[in-house]
């Protein structure tokens, strides 16, 4: 969800903000993950569960973003993501730079040939 939050502090503080496959809606998938046992992507050893609470408030969290994006994104996006509709990002940043690609994944393949574009992109913003 790092896309999502992301846009909701690039929207708050007027920040420009690269955007990597990223969920739009997170509210959405979260129900599906309420009182399961999850564990951090990081590998540390501690767990926590969803609550309904939870989704509750990140949908309070969605509701305060704007309907017309005002900050400065680029979305990188690939078609094959299989996590996530990349047309939903699609939609939402609208009027931003946007790169989709053919294929790839929601790890997005070959990141690494944007690094350069990305830092240039986020340090060369008025």
């Known amino acids: ?17 690269v955007l990597i496959n990223p969920a739009v809606r997170p509210s959405r998938f979260m129900p599906a993950y309420v009182g399961r046992v999850l564990q951090p992507y990081s590998g540390e050893a501690q767990e926590y569960r969803l609550s309904e609470a939870d989704v509750d408030t990140m949908e309070r969290v969605e509701a305060e973003l704007p309907s017309s994006l005002n900050g400065r994104y680029w979305l990188l996006a690939q078609r094959g993501d299989e996590t996530l509709d990349y ?22 393949q070959g990141f690494a040939r944007y690094c350069d574009p990305i830092v240039e992109f986020l340090f060369n913003q008025q």
Do not use: I, K
Not at 1 to 15: D, S, V
């Open 87 to 108: 047309r939903d990002a699609e939609s939402l940043y609208q009027g931003q730079r946007q790169t989709l690609e053919e294929g790839g994944d929601h790890s997005f």
């Open 1 to 17: 969800m790092g896309g999502f939050w992301c846009t909701y502090l690039g929207e708050r503080y007027n920040l420009p903000a």
